[in-house]
C-alpha cells in the first residue's frame, strides 16, 4: 500500500492551484483537439482537468481522486469557469471505468506516490481506445538543485526521500518513467525521444523554476508550512524520520532560501506520451 505523502493541507494545495495545463503538461497539449475524451487522474483541486476540458470541449471530461474533500473544490472551480467536468472519488489501480472508454488518460504527480507504479500504467492503458494516448509527468526529487547552498535544504531532501518511500512511493520517480512504461508492456517493441523517434512511447523532460521574489515567496512558503503543519510534517514525526525541532529547521531553511536576492530553485520532470496501437 502507498500513502499520499503530502496530504491536503493548506500549504500542499496552495501549490496544487498554481499547476495548469500550461505549466504542467505542455508535452499533451499538441495532441488535443475538440471531441475527445480525456480521463485526469490524481486531479486534486481541479487547476489542470478544468484547463484540460476547455482545449477538449465537447468531450467527455473526467477527474478522479481518491481524496473525496478535494473534488469539492474541483467542481466549484469547474462552475465557475462554465466547463462540464465528472468527477469521481477512485483509485488509479482499479479505476471504475469500462476498457477503451476514453481517448486521452492524464496523470501528473502521481506514479511518485503509488506502491505500483507499472500496475497504474497497465490499469491506464486498459481504458485507452485503440490509437488512444496517456502522458504521464512526475518529478525527480533527487535532481531538485537550489542557489544558495543551504544545509537545512541539504536535510529536506533527504528527509523527503525517507518519508516518500516509508508511504510506499517513489519520489525519484522522473526517471523511472520510461523503466516503468516498459515494464507495464507500453513500449512497443521501440521508444523514441523529443519529436522524433521510431516507438509508441516518447520520452521528455522538463522543469519548474522559481526565482523572482514572488515566485520564491510562494514556494518557500508553500515548503515551510508542509515542513510544519502537514501529512508529511505529521508522518516524519511519527515515523521517527524527523524530530518537531528538525522540522522548524527545514521551514527556517525553506524561509532563508526565499529571502535571498540571489535565490533559484529547479525541480526536473520526467514525461511520457504513450500513443496506443
Known amino acids: 500500500m502507498s500513502t499520499y505523502t503530502h496530504g491536503h493541507a493548506e500549504p500542499v494545495l496552495a501549490s496544487h492551484r498554481w499547476r495548469t495545463a500550461e505549466n504542467s503538461c505542455g508535452h499533451l497539449l499538441p495532441h488535443l483537439r475538440p471531441g475527445l475524451d480525456l480521463l485526469d487522474l490524481g486531479c486534486g483541486p481541479g487547476t489542470i482537468t478544468v484547463d484540460l476540458a476547455e482545449r477538449v470541449a465537447p468531450g467527455r471530461v473526467v477527474g478522479l481522486d481518491a481524496a473525496a474533500g478535494v473534488l469539492g473544490e474541483a467542481s466549484a472551480l469547474a462552475g465557475r469557469r462554465g466547463v462540464a467536468v465528472e468527477w469521481v472519488v477512485g483509485d488509479a489501480l482499479a479505476l471504475p471505468f469500462a476498457d477503451a472508454a476514453f481517448d486521452v488518460v492524464h496523470a501528473h504527480q502521481l506514479l511518485q506516490h503509488l506502491a505500483d507504479p507499472v500496475g497504474a500504467l497497465r490499469e ?72 522524433g523517434g521510431g516507438g509508441r512511447v516518447t520520452a521528455s523532460a522538463s522543469a519548474w523554476c522559481y526565482a523572482s521574489p514572488a515566485e520564491r515567496e510562494w514556494w518557500g512558503t508553500s515548503w515551510a508550512g508542509r515542513a510544519t503543519a502537514s501529512a508529511f510534517a505529521d508522518r516524519a514525526v511519527a515515523s521517527g524520520a524527523a524530530s518537531a525541532e528538525q522540522l522548524q529547521e527545514v521551514a527556517a531553511a525553506w524561509r532563508r532560501w526565499a529571502a535571498a536576492d540571489d535565490g533559484w530553485v529547479a525541480l526536473l520532470h520526467g514525461e511520457l506520451l504513450v500513443r496506443l496501437p
Request: charged content about 20%; overall charge negative; cysteine-free.
Open 124 to 195: 491506464a492503458a486498459r481504458v485507452l481506445r485503440p490509437g488512444g494516448l496517456l502522458a504521464v509527468r512526475d518529478v525527480d526529487y533527487a535532481a531538485t538543485t537550489w542557489y544558495p547552498p543551504d544545509a537545512g535544504l541539504d536535510a529536506w531532501l533527504e528527509l523527503y526521500g525517507t518519508v516518500a518511500r516509508g508511504n510506499g512511493g517513489e519520489p525519484d520517480a522522473g526517471r523511472r518513467l520510461l523503466a516503468w512504461a516498459r515494464a507495464a508492456g507500453l513500449d512497443g517493441g521501440g521508444t523514441g525521444g523529443g519529436t
